[in-house]
């Protein structure tokens, strides 16, 4: 065997040892997809996105999709716009792929508790908050509608209060609590008897209120279970098929009978209305404490004559909201508004982790 010297070696001689993984080189170039379709996402279960794509138009369809890895934990909620690639015929069977999520017009999150700061995304691009509450059977909780303004003053979003089952009480003592904020509000009842056409199946008065303030636009219904809110879907979109349920006789509270956000369009393609599951709370642990009391608009201006730096708690040292509100002022909501800011500026004050 003759022995070579290394100066008779040359590029030729190099042996490259195969990747077992390929010969394909690694890229951190993520394709493009210029020719992914804008769909909407409708639902979600379980890893599966149902989505609409041709929105309002004859070519309109449903398609399943999944979220394509790139995306990461990025949430996807009703409501958003997506990019679809793949199979997005809608045909039985088929898959299409989730590779990117449109800008947000906004983002309606909560949290679990107040001292969980924890986001739970629920809705995207929506227009209006719709807070059903009834005004008995189960009871009215003024503090689950106080949490879900602040949660649509945060997400950019209007707020409108219905009120259901007026035909067990009647709605003004309620609203008078509310008067000051100048919040949109629409009372609803069942028909009586002899106010129905069919009796077996009484219709619901101040329905078209309620559709004439949701038409053309993008809804969310938020309210504890049992408050009617499956029942206005149903009244809403003929066909939606949302179980309805009772409220419990021992504890006062509905049982749930939704059990994810489901967003469905209104006749004519007259925008958008989404339900969500009934809530026990609405946690607040994600707001800042500074933007509460901008929440509270009937608070906020009353704060001004209040010392430099004052946290307007029950603790605070000359706040002047306690005095203006015994007063009376015009345009002041009385105690027990003042009373219910208080508690969530409480609570978020505790979940601040830069306070001292």
């Not at 009834?134 to 009871?139: C, S």
């Amino acid at each position: 065997m003759v022995r070579r010297s290394v100066r008779d070696f040359d590029e030729s001689d190099v042996r490259i040892r195969p990747n077992r993984r390929g010969s394909r080189p690694r890229t951190k170039d993520r394709p493009t997809h210029d020719d992914a379709i804008t769909a909407r996402v409708v639902s979600v279960d379980r890893g599966r996105w149902r989505t609409v794509v041709g929105e309002g138009t004859e070519d309109q369809r449903a398609v399943t999709a999944m979220r394509a890895r790139e995306l990461g934990r990025s949430p996807v909620v009703p409501g958003d716009l997506v990019g679809l690639v793949g199979d997005t015929s809608g045909r039985e069977g088929t898959l299409a792929r989730i590779v990117r999520i449109q800008e947000r017009s906004s983002f309606l999150r909560r949290s679990a508790d107040d001292d969980d700061s924890t986001e739970r995304p629920l809705v995207a691009n929506v227009d209006v908050m719709v807070m059903v509450t009834a005004l008995a059977d189960p009871e009215p909780r003024g503090g689950m509608i106080d949490r879900c303004l602040v949660a649509a003053y945060v997400a950019g979003i209007d707020a409108l209060l219905v009120l259901t089952k007026a035909d067990l009480r009647a709605p003004e003592d309620f609203l008078a609590a509310y008067a000051p904020l100048g919040l949109e509000h629409v009372v609803t009842r069942r028909e009586s008897p002899t106010e129905a056409e069919d009796p077996e199946r009484p219709g619901i008065i101040g329905l078209e209120q309620l559709r004439e303030r949701l038409s053309g636009r993008i809804s969310v219904l938020v309210g504890h279970s049992g408050v009617g809110k499956s029942t206005l879907l149903n009244a809403l979109v003929p066909g939606a098929s949302r179980a309805t349920g009772v409220v419990n006789d021992v504890t006062g509270r509905g049982r749930h009978t939704s059990s994810s956000a489901l967003a469905m369009q209104l006749p004519e393609d007259d925008g958008w209305v989404i339900d969500t599951p009934g809530v026990r709370s609405f946690g607040l642990g994600h707001v800042d404490p500074d933007e509460l009391l901008d929440a509270f608009a009937d608070l906020a201006g009353l704060a001004e004559q209040c010392p430099r730096g004052c946290t307007h708690l029950e603790d605070a040292p000359d706040c002047a909201l306690d005095d203006l509100v015994d007063e009376g002022e015009a345009g002041t909501a009385g105690p027990a508004r003042l009373a219910s800011y208080r508690r969530l500026a409480e609570a978020l004050r505790r979940n601040d982790p830069w306070d001292v």
